[in-house]
Each structure stands twice: as structure tokens, then as C-alpha cells.
């Protein structure tokens, strides 16, 4: 039994402009959760991001979603932790993740940032790469020149597809990121 999650963390960009992108799949995430348990988002100003919670479980559970953009992810993030003290273990970060195939979702623990602008201003801000990943695959554009462009935009219907169906496969397994089952959650996820 591994560290029980107080806190997810849905990485994405604010407004409506981002709201279809790749990059969003961490806040298609956690917006999918709250809907499925009855949950709303309220700003928190101070936390410098939206806030829900609820029990799970019989555990309770706060959703993140920064009010900044992917590359200044890590103030909200490291707000909620010290206003809560939560410790980076008891953080999951759901993100994007350019080298997964479209569908494919991996859970990981602790960990450098790959690359990705999000998780590198985490780790910056909590002083810790000690945090879970909920990894969503959305593929990769093909040269590194590309890879902006490519995550700030929709992904086609048919790869949309694949990718609702991992975040779904990814929902079932809360309640197993939740508990601390990690590695059964990794069971199912990997094997996908």
C-alpha cells in the first residue's frame, strides 16, 4: 500500500481558445471527474487556481485546475500543497504526454519533467519530482520543431476518440489512485 492521493492536479491552459487543444488533456481530466461526482469548480484567487472536492472512497479529494498558463502551472500548485500540506506523494499530475500514443495512459511515480514546460515549473515550484503522473497520450507530431503548434491544437476525430476512451479507462482508476493502489492501477492501465 503506497501514499493514499489528497490532491489531482488537471494540467491545461485557461480559456476558451485552449479548451479543445491537446495540451488540455490534464484539465479534460479532472473536469470529467468532477462532473462524475457531482463536483463544481470555484476560483480560489489566492490559490491562484479552481478548486472542487468531495469524498471518494471515504476519503475526501481536491481537483486542481491552475488559472495560469502550462508554463507557470507550478504556483498554483505548490499554493494548494502549502495551504493544505500535502506532500508531493500525496499529488497526482495529469498531463499531456507527446511521446504516448494517442489512448495510451501511464502512471508513474516521481520523475524528471520530459521535456514538458508544465511539470518542469512544478518541480520548480514544490522543490520535489516526488509527485505521481497520470500520463495521457496524444501522440507526437513527428520533429521536435512541431511539437508547440501541434499540442495547442485538436486532435482529429479519430485520435479524439482514442484518447476520450484512455482518460475514461483512466476515471475507473481513481479510486485505486485514491486508496494508494498504485501498482494494480498501473496493472490496468499498462496493460491497455
Known sequence: ????????????????????????????????????????????????????????????????????????????????????????????????????????????????HGGHNGLRDIIACLGSHDFQRLRIGVGHPGHRDEVVSYVLRAAPADEQVLIDEALTEALSCTPRFLTGETASAMNILHSR
Request: proline share 4%; glycine share 12%; hydrophobic share 40%.
Open 1 to 112: 500500500m503506497e501514499t493514499p492521493l489528497a490532491l489531482v492536479v488537471g494540467l491545461g491552459n485557461p480559456g476558451s481558445r485552449y479548451t479543445n487543444t491537446r495540451h488540455n488533456a490534464g484539465y479534460w481530466f479532472v473536469d470529467a471527474l468532477a462532473r462524475q461526482e457531482g463536483a463544481r469548480f470555484k476560483a480560489q484567487g489566492r490559490l491562484h487556481g479552481a478548486l472542487c472536492e468531495f469524498r471518494l472512497v471515504d476519503q475526501r479529494l481536491r481537483l486542481l485546475k491552475s488559472d495560469g498558463f502550462m508554463n507557470t502551472s507550478g504556483r498554483a500548485v505548490a499554493a494548494v500543497a502549502r495551504f493544505y500540506r500535502y506532500s508531493p506523494e500525496q499529488i497526482l499530475v495529469v498531463h499531456d504526454d507527446i511521446d504516448l500514443s494517442p489512448g495510451a495512459v501511464r502512471l508513474k511515480q516521481g520523475g524528471g
